[in-house]
């Protein structure tokens, strides 16, 4: 028996792959296959089947395109309804495979088809469980993501978690091993360890919602309480993963479509095309297109277009490095963003041999904005995320998310220079490049953000304060 965990740091995301005596089954595939099947053919195994633990929110799953290619059933958990073939498992139903067995148990609360898998030996004892959004490290799925589908309330849906949990999952063997579908840095919940792996008996010690003595009321208050609103994505993958999708090998093909920069300027004023630049944030700082949009590839990339572009069906233009692209439009997709038209031959370098407008960011170390603002106060914008921020800040700056900011553009002053920061740079340069976008100019972006801040002399405070106090 063989286990493979195919994590996804980008996404935080945990896929599997089971192998027994020349059969394997894949739980909960990115949309890229490939890399399965080439991991079954180097083994000499067949793919037998893929298991899809529900309807993901956070990313589109490969389960159609590897059913498409290696003629494997995707399999769910009961109430599961999806618009193309498949099997849907009775709660307890037994799926052989090699000398092994896969247990189906279905846990709904997060949906009300969420299904966990419990991977027997091949002596029959409870090996692993592969809990999807059901039980991660540290915390358990979100209750209020399907509650629009399921006709409920989040309350009503984390209290069927409740027993999920209880008659389904903490029964089982403490020596058990969990492999959950995400880690820290999703979305999907509030408190999601970083490590990826862990047990059952390691979960009712240290994971708040599995407490022995804890009573359902008290279980709906912990899970529900503060809740942020999910990304604008999630319904729209949500119905992909569903309804069923576009091959990402079409999607590749579509987007492959060198434009030199004649070609691109006409593209982004003919079109509604948005200019998405995915370069490094200095280099985005020292030249861009004038209205491109800042979202690095080395960093969160997909989950924060998915949070920032509100529209998944979008057309976008890329400025990327050519021998990245592949890997741009791969992680685009995988949350439902296979409206790339087309990206700039050449490069950002190209724009600029060929003479064409280009703008800059200002940006500058965090001891030249110490000593700017020592002496000349100025406003500061804190682009983290509010428990972030409340961990530790600048005693006179505010706190704006950056997945918030597009609300908050009528609080920037148009006159004078305001500083903006987040945790190390990243956040920052997309903040900078979305308001440059909305006409204001008057920012500064200070570099390596408050990692590097509050190594200068600049006083720190961990009393929140809102915007405009």
Not at 97 to 121: A, F
Not at 302 to 326: F, I, N, T, Y
Not at 349 to 376: H, L, M, N, P, Y
């Amino acid at each position: 028996m063989e286990i493979k965990q195919i994590y996804t740091g980008c996404l935080a995301q945990g896929a599997y792959y089971i192998e027994s005596n020349g059969e394997a089954a894949i739980i909960d595939p990115l949309r890229e296959v490939q890399p399965y099947i080439d991991m079954a053919t180097t083994r000499n195994s067949k793919i037998k089947y893929i298991l899809e633990t529900h309807f993901h929110a956070d990313f589109v799953s490969g389960h159609v395109t590897l059913s498409e290619k290696t003629g494997a059933p995707i399999i769910f958990g009961p109430n599961a309804d999806p618009s193309f073939k498949a099997t849907i498992a009775e709660d307890g139903q037994i799926f052989p495979l090699g000398n092994v067995k896969i247990k189906v148990l279905h846990t709904p609360g997060h949906t009300m088809e969420s299904t966990t898998y419990l991977l027997l030996d091949e002596q029959g004892k409870e090996h692993a469980l592969f809990t999807g959004d059901t039980l991660f490290l540290g915390d358990v799925g979100r209750p209020d993501l399907a509650q629009k589908a399921a006709s409920m309330t989040q309350e009503d849906l984390a209290g069927i978690l409740y027993d999920s949990l209880r008659k389904k999952l903490m029964v089982l063997p403490d020596a058990t091993i969990i492999y959950p579908g995400h880690g820290a840095g999703s979305a999907c919940g509030k408190k999601m360890s970083k490590d990826t792996v862990g047990t059952l008996g390691d979960q009712k010690l240290h994971n708040y919602a599995l407490r022995a003595d804890m009573s359902k009321a008290e279980f709906v208050k912990e899970v529900t309480d503060g809740l942020l609103p999910p990304p604008a994505y999630f319904p729209l993958n949500v119905q992909m993963n569903k309804e069923g999708y576009e091959s990402i090998d079409k999607v590749l093909a579509k987007a492959e479509n060198a434009l030199d920069p004649a070609a691109f300027e006409a593209a982004a004023n003919e079109t509604d095309a948005l200019v998405l630049d995915v370069r490094n944030q200095q280099e985005f700082a020292q030249g861009h297109i004038p209205n491109s949009i800042f979202i690095g590839i080395d960093g969160g990339f997909a989950p924060w277009v998915g949070a920032l572009v509100k529209d998944v069906k979008q057309p976008l233009l890329l400025v990327c490095d050519e021998s990245r692209l592949e890997e741009v439009i791969t992680r685009l997709s995988r949350v439902g963003f296979d409206s790339v038209i087309g990206y700039l031959k050449g490069g950002f370098e190209a724009w600029e041999k060929a003479g064409r407008e280009k703008d800059t960011v200002v940006s500058i170390s965090a001891q030249e904005f110490a000593s700017r603002v020592s002496t000349t106060p100025a406003p500061i914008i804190d682009v983290r995320a509010e428990g972030e921020f409340e961990s530790a800040h600048l005693k006179h700056a505010f706190n704006l998310p950056l997945d918030s900011l597009n609300q908050h553009l009528s609080s920037f002053p148009n006159t004078g220079d305001v500083y903006v920061h987040c945790a190390g740079g990243y956040r920052s340069m997309i903040a900078a490049s979305i308001l440059k976008a909305r006409g204001i100019h008057n920012l500064i972006d200070v570099q390596g953000g408050f990692g590097a801040i509050k190594n200068t002399s600049l006083p720190c405070e961990s009393t929140a304060c809102a915007l405009g106090n």
